[in-house]
């Protein structure tokens, strides 16, 4: 029976490793393809380490790191598990740098899972809820922004009809928003009642708005770094036309295709920014990974300090968990 749970597993990490070769050779497969079509060249890798715009970057890729750690922290906050700000940072920190090498954001949500549940003991479900809620806000923001753009300096595109596709996505991603903010509204409540504890709407719509208001400027500072990007490759792009083209970048980055979105996300880039008129957009996506590349490597060293396979749970101090705040 043992022999055959021993088999069973080890089918299933053959398999693992076969759909990583898999994903690897379609980043390597979609890199190439750029290159043969000199959307990517070593001219890119040159532009980035001659340019003295590559410091201003880096520094706008942290803040935004920044901004997303202490957006989780809030709805930490939310779901009632109270840590420190710097635990979180850490934390975050180091799933940030697993999101660069494992598939889409897989590597950054199991790690700030793993954190989480290992210092506070019964809460899985808390935890899944801020990090799922997390990558909602995070994705609305760059929504809500796109279209604040549309509606303020309205752009133009190549294709006319893509205004609506792109309108009609933003106005999708932040309706799913709400809807999904006000039903783990209704569901907490309905918990809270159970367990005899307080729940208030106004505890809700502070942390979900500190929140997304962290989410919001991370996402303008995001932008920013593409418009950086686009000073180091000397063909400037606005803040209108990097605004309006980042969200779906972000969610080709976000998909588990490839290792941390490599090739997917320059290849939807390219084919976005095209719809500006901005042929550079392979270039724009890749500068962007190099930077943030830098950015998170020191997670990998967090990483290493913490020692993420060892035995003993760190301490859990008193009034990390629960409470009313």
């Not at 390219?270 to 998170?296: H, N, P, Q, T």
Request: proline share 3%; aromatic share 12%; hydrophobic share 50%.
């Amino acid at each position: 029976m043992f022999a055959r749970i021993r088999n069973f597993i080890g089918l299933i990490s053959l398999s693992k490793t076969g759909l990583t070769i898999v994903k690897s050779g379609i980043a390597i497969a979609a890199l190439g393809w750029l290159i043969s079509q000199n959307k990517l060249s070593t001219e890119t890798l040159l532009s980035i380490v001659s340019s003295w715009w590559i410091l201003p970057l880096l520094l706008v890729l942290l803040f935004s790191l920044a901004f997303q750690s202490i957006r989780w922290w809030c709805l930490l906050r939310l779901n009632r598990i109270n840590l420190p700000l710097r635990k979180v940072l850490v934390y975050s920190w180091i799933g940030q740098f697993f999101q660069m090498v494992t598939p889409g954001t897989l590597g950054a949500e199991v790690s700030r899972f793993y954190y989480i549940t290992r210092i506070v003991s019964n809460a899985k479900t808390k935890t899944i809820n801020s990090v799922f809620l997390d990558r909602l806000l995070g994705l609305a923001a760059f929504f809500a922004l796109a279209l604040i753009v549309l509606l303020w300096v309205r752009p133009s595109f190549s294709e006319p009809s893509y205004i609506l596709f792109l309108s009609g996505s933003c106005v999708a991603t932040l309706l799913v928003t709400v809807a999904t903010i006000v039903w783990m509204g209704i569901k907490e409540k309905r918990r809270a009642g159970e367990n005899g504890q307080s729940s208030t709407w106004g505890r809700l719509l502070l942390w979900v708005g500190i929140a997304s208001l962290f989410s919001f400027t991370a996402a303008i500072s995001m932008a920013i770094g593409f418009q950086i990007s686009g000073q180091m490759l000397d063909t400037p792009l606005s803040f209108s036309t990097s605004a309006v083209n980042i969200p779906f970048v972000m969610i080709a980055n976000g998909m588990p295709v490839t290792p941390g979105g490599l090739g997917l996300g320059e290849s939807i880039s390219m084919l976005s920014f095209a719809k500006s008129g901005y042929v550079r957009g392979a270039e724009l996506m890749f500068i962007i990974r190099f930077c943030l590349l830098i950015v998170r490597l020191p997670g990998l060293l967090l990483f290493l300090a913490l020692g993420f396979f060892s035995k003993n749970k760190p301490h859990l101090n008193k009034g990390e968990l629960g409470g009313n705040i």
